[in-house]
């Protein structure tokens, strides 16, 4: 299925003490002088909340950056969609918090997969961005004196998370967004919308360029840079229904890996625990329903197999919290991986409640009757607006019904600590990299991530780079530009020209199913040794049987979801192969063998304390595993514990 | 007796290119779920098309939780449809009723040309939020947060003007094509906050101008947009707008 490569990968962590290693390093790395910065360009893909800040603080120092998404504008990226809230160890409150807290959070949220001198890292930095988006303008929630407010959020005893609504992710995206227009208007930095990447352009082993698609007009276009920087989320939507945007996808991040980069842990996905259910087949999404509602809501199913009467008809003495009984002290806000599992257990038992039985509730009966509906409705009124209009039921009535679903996927591609893979000026930051969260990611600590490399790790890193490589001209018509030019144009004709009979969606919909089914909340060996060969078939039904109407001139949204689910095809396919390699549970990857007497996960740390990074042979052919070994030299790895 | 079934008509425009003139398309769509969202009934209706050799209508969407601002669409005339503070992707198909004729078209604004059937461009917003709105802080130079108490009455209307999504359909339900609530919504948050301040001058000033530059309308005080808007920005923001810029230009050495 795969082979093992002997060398380990290299992290290029910095020595010295965990606490001074950033400060170390950051001294240690080339600068590049004030007048030097404009002969260099720089190419940012994605314009997410890593996207965003990366390209603006870039053009801040003086580069030239080119920014692309393939949305009509910067500000649609799906960082806009993030609820809760941001996480930094401030410690406003007085709760105890500390940089050491987050850090140690972190690690053992993740279970013990991260690498220790990058999460801390983003701990020290956490405090930074804070200010950095108030500086900006982003109006977060404050106390009647002025001050800026926290509250908890799931996996966390203290009160560290900051927040706007529930609407954070909109609200930093957007102060992020603001200082790239900025840079926009500046010339710093050149904007290009509608714009998907369809490969990268490698010229004597170094990242040097990409090839996008003009969506709107079908042209393929070549732009040429000094380093690439991939900022282009996760790969969710490889099992179709998600609570990712319809449009993201894995494309950037697995032709990158075509062509050289290793792909790390992609079986550590995430899947959310307080969902919209799955309401019929044409379903085309799914809908989170932000964490926070867990502060005050309490998740629980009938005592009775197929109770039939109506929540409100079920008192307390027929109703099963099971969150609060299995996880007395974390209760509720036990981390997301163990409260998924958590629900899918007492649904497979049969105690789910709702037309399908795949679902359980999560009430706020108790909050209201403590603090008043307009308590409630201050906090998370949008959320309850939302989900009404989508449910047609009332939450402060009914308890809502909720259900975990794809929602953050940890793996990503390999980066050292300077966020740059192995590939020379390839550098990968926020949902695309595999870096800080580990095996689980923790609420509130992507929008932490995503704006930490953004604003504050790679305007320090390249510059390293930069000063240092040997970087000759590359000019649009280099031979690698018009080769990786002529491959991407012929694979968009060959999807045209396939001319079979079924849409792209219902090969996508297929793939999904059994990614959920095979690859979902549980695995087991003998499911993934049967998947591997099934999603192979299916690919070879996709290249035969898949119809993609109109032409590749003007816009054709059939031909850029083609591409997408062409590539998940093959990614679904390693992430299969990691999920089987990987014999332990750890965070979001169970493995139905590896598990303690009470149904937690169990990891095996003798044996795969690693990252695994892995290597592209050729389709269908076996990837070779490359690792990367995690060194605790702070915390100990223990049995995580929220009892 | 309702039923959790539809069956409807579908007036759609459909424009092949930016150059095409354009028209309407008539489909029937049967066995629509009352569950469905908006989109989703699209969606189905792109399938049919395709399994019948056509070519599938055109859209914008992508996050479908009414934030991204992606979605558009005027509904039977209102832009993003029936309900209040609801984007398309949304609005519900329980809120139509069997037998139902729907028409369906793109944004239509100078400022906002069609790409092809329902998708229009946008990037007109971008040049006008490139022109001012914004707060010039670079990455590294900011203070604690505490540092500026900001009241919480103030963070709130801040809020209230920063929910704006960005998605046209205020000028999209004005007869005069004016982006005016758009607009204002930014001023508003930053002229409110005290980090905004330094620059508000010439901010509104800035952000007017291009908004002029790229023809949309003038501001008749319907409210039509107002109405319309998924993230219920109150026209008084255009109100303080109006304020603004008049100290703006009236007192300001700027």
């Known amino acids: 299925m795969f082979r093992v490569a002997s060398d380990e990968l290299n992290s290029r962590v910095p020595d010295g003490p965990l606490q001074e290693k950033w400060d170390r390093h950051r001294f240690d790395l080339k600068l590049v002088n004030p007048a030097n910065k404009r002969r260099f360009n720089v190419i940012v893909v994605g314009t997410g909340l890593a996207g965003s800040s990366a390209a603006a603080s870039l053009g801040e120092l003086g580069y030239h950056v080119k920014a692309f998404c393939f949305q009509d504008s910067p500000r649609r990226a799906h960082s806009i969609a993030a609820q809760g809230g941001i996480n930094a160890a401030k410690n406003y409150p007085n709760d105890g918090d500390s940089i050491y807290r987050l850090f140690y959070d972190t690690i053992k949220g993740g279970d013990y997969r991260a690498r220790e001198a990058n999460v801390y890292r983003l701990a020290q930095v956490s405090n930074n961005i804070i200010d950095q988006c108030v500086a900006q303008g982003v109006p977060f929630a404050r106390e009647y004196g002025g001050t800026l407010s926290n509250r908890s959020f799931g996996g966390a005893q203290v009160s560290r998370t900051f927040y706007c609504r529930g609407q954070t992710g909109q609200q930093l995206l957007l102060g992020a967004y603001q200082a790239l227009m900025r840079q926009v208007a500046t010339d710093k930095v050149r904007l290009f919308p509608r714009r998907e990447m369809l490969d990268l352009i490698v010229i004597n082993g170094a990242a040097r360029g990409i090839v996008v698609r003009n969506i709107e007009t079908g042209r393929l276009e070549v732009h040429v840079a000094d380093a690439v920087v991939l900022c282009t989320g996760g790969y969710g939507n490889a099992y179709y229904l998600s609570t990712n945007a319809k449009g993201c996808n894995v494309t950037a991040a697995w032709r990158c890996h075509r062509r050289g980069a290793y792909f790390a842990n992609p079986c550590y996905t995430q899947i959310h625990p307080t969902c919209i259910p799955v309401s019929g087949d044409y379903q085309s999404k799914l809908t989170l329903m932000s964490e926070s509602l867990r502060n005050d809501g309490r998740v629980w199913v009938p005592q009775q197999q197929n109770d039939g009467r109506a929540a409100s008809e079920i008192p307390d003495s027929d109703r099963d919290y099971y969150l609060e009984r299995r996880y007395p002290s974390f209760g509720n806000l036990a981390p997301r991986d163990i409260a998924s599992r958590a629900a899918k257990e007492r649904t497979d038992a049969g105690f789910g409640v709702g037309e399908t039985g795949l679902a359980v509730y999560l009430d706020f009966r108790d909050a209201i009757r403590r603090d008043g509906e307009d308590v409630i409705r201050r906090k998370y009124g949008n959320l309850f607006h939302m989900y009404e209009k989508i449910t047609a039921e009332n939450p402060y009535k009914v308890p809502m019904k909720i259900f975990p679903a794809v929602h953050y996927t940890m793996g990503g591609l390999w980066v050292d600590y300077n966020l740059m893979s192995n590939l020379p000026g390839l550098y990968v930051l926020g949902e695309a990299n595999f870096s800080d969260h580990g095996a689980n990611r923790l609420g509130a600590s992507a929008l932490m991530q995503g704006l930490s490399d953004g604003y504050f790790v790679l305007p320090a890193t390249i510059n390293d780079y930069l000063a240092t490589a040997t970087l000759p001209r590359v000019v649009e018509d280099h031979p690698e530009c018009t080769a990786t030019l002529t491959a991407a144009q012929q694979r968009l004709n060959q999807l045209i020209g396939i001319n079979g009979s079924r849409s792209v969606d219902s090969f996508h919909r297929e793939l999904g199913l059994l990614m959920w089914d095979y690859c979902g909340m549980a695995r087991t060996k003998a499911g993934l040794e049967e998947v591997i060969p099934r999603i192979r078939d299916l690919r070879e039904q996709f290249w035969k049987d898949l119809r993609v109407p109109g032409s590749g001139t003007g816009l054709n949204q059939s031909l850029e979801k083609a591409g997408r689910v062409a590539d998940f095809m093959e990614f679904a396919e390693l992430l299969a192969i990691d999920a089987l390699h990987r014999e332990e549970s750890c965070g979001g990857h169970f493995r139905e063998e590896y598990q303690t007497e009470d149904g937690e996960a169990a990891r095996q740390d003798d044996l795969f304390s690693y990252v695994a990074g892995w290597e592209f042979q050729n389709v269908g052919e076996e990837p070779v595993l490359h690792r990367e070994p995690l060194n605790f030299e702070n915390v100990t790895p223990t049995t995580r514990s929220y009892k | ?254």
């Not at chain 2, 992707?89 to 059937?117: K, N, S, Y």
């Not at chain 2, 022109?131 to 009455?153: E, L, R």
């Open chain 2, 1 to 254: 007796m309702s039923s959790d079934k539809l069956n409807l008509t579908l007036r759609v425009w459909r424009q092949s290119g930016p150059e095409d003139h354009g028209g309407f398309q008539t489909y029937k769509l049967s066995g629509v779920s009352t569950h469905m969202s908006f989109l989703e009934m699209l969606d189905v209706l792109n399938e049919k098309l395709i399994a019948e050799g056509e070519e599938p209508v055109a859209f914008d969407h992508d996050c479908r939780e009414g934030i991204c601002g992606m979605c558009s669409l005027m509904i039977n005339g209102q832009a993003h449809g029936p309900d209040r503070g609801t984007t398309t992707c949304q609005l519900h198909m329980r809120r139509f009723t069997d037998g139902q004729t729907i028409t369906i078209e793109p944004w239509r604004a100078v400022p906002f040309p069609v790409v092809r059937d329902l998708v229009v461009n946008r990037s007109a917003f971008d040049r006008v939020i490139q022109s001012g709105g914004y707060v010039s802080v670079n990455t590294g130079n900011a203070p604690d947060g505490n540092c500026i108490p900001v009241p919480s009455s103030t963070q709130e209307t801040a809020m209230d003007a920063a929910a704006c999504i960005g998605c046209g359909a205020c000028v999209a339900a004005c007869k005069n094509a004016s982006a005016m609530l758009f607009v204002s919504a930014k001023v508003s948050q930053l002229a409110t906050l005290p980090q905004g301040k330094a620059e508000r001058s010439q901010r509104v000033v800035n952000m007017v101008a291009a908004m002029d530059r790229e023809g949309f309308g003038s501001c008749t005080n319907t409210s039509e947009c107002e109405a319309a808007c998924p993230a219920e920005v109150s026209v008084s923001h255009i109100a303080r707008l109006n304020r603004e810029y008049s100290k703006a230009i009236l007192f300001s050495d700027t």
